[in-house]
């Protein structure tokens, strides 16, 4: 299965359009050490950045969307230079700040080099916040 997975992230991060990746489900089932392992094997540097719990990052990115501005302060947060093609940008427990997710849109639109993976829990029931009526 470790195999499996990570030859699939391999073949995304040799796409030429590629999207940043969004991993879902359930708690302590290995998003997290997939990603990780993804990003030692396959790239040069890995910048993670935990947003669970993270007051900074709920800081930066409630601002806007300015991916120089945003990129700078994941640098920070992580203390890795973020390079376009060499560092893969892992968002952890991003289901925890809607502007992160928002911002994947806004990275895949105007810096279509950087590879971001973000990953978790519940991220499907987050995504449908304030969808659901009820009678």
Do not use: H
Not at 15 to 23: A, D, Q, T
Not at 103 to 113: D, R, V
Not at 114 to 132: D, N, P
């Amino acid at each position: 299965m470790k195999r499996f997975a990570i030859q699939r992230l391999k073949a995304w991060k040799e796409e030429p359009s590629r999207k940043p990746l969004i991993l879902s489900g359930g708690r302590q089932v290995g998003k997290t050490w997939l990603m990780k392992a993804f990003g030692k094997e396959a790239f040069t540097n890995v910048a993670y950045i935990n947003f669970d719990g993270n007051p900074r990052m709920q800081q930066l990115f409630s601002l806007d969307y300015s991916i120089p501005r945003l990129l700078s302060g994941l640098q920070a947060e992580s203390a890795v230079v973020i390079k376009p093609g060499e560092t893969l940008i892992v968002f952890d427990e991003i289901q925890t700040n809607p502007a992160a997710l928002t911002s994947l849109k806004y990275f895949y639109e105007e810096a279509p080099g950087y590879a971001i993976i973000a990953a978790g829990s519940l991220l499907g029931i987050s995504q449908q916040q304030g969808t659901c009526s009820s009678n």
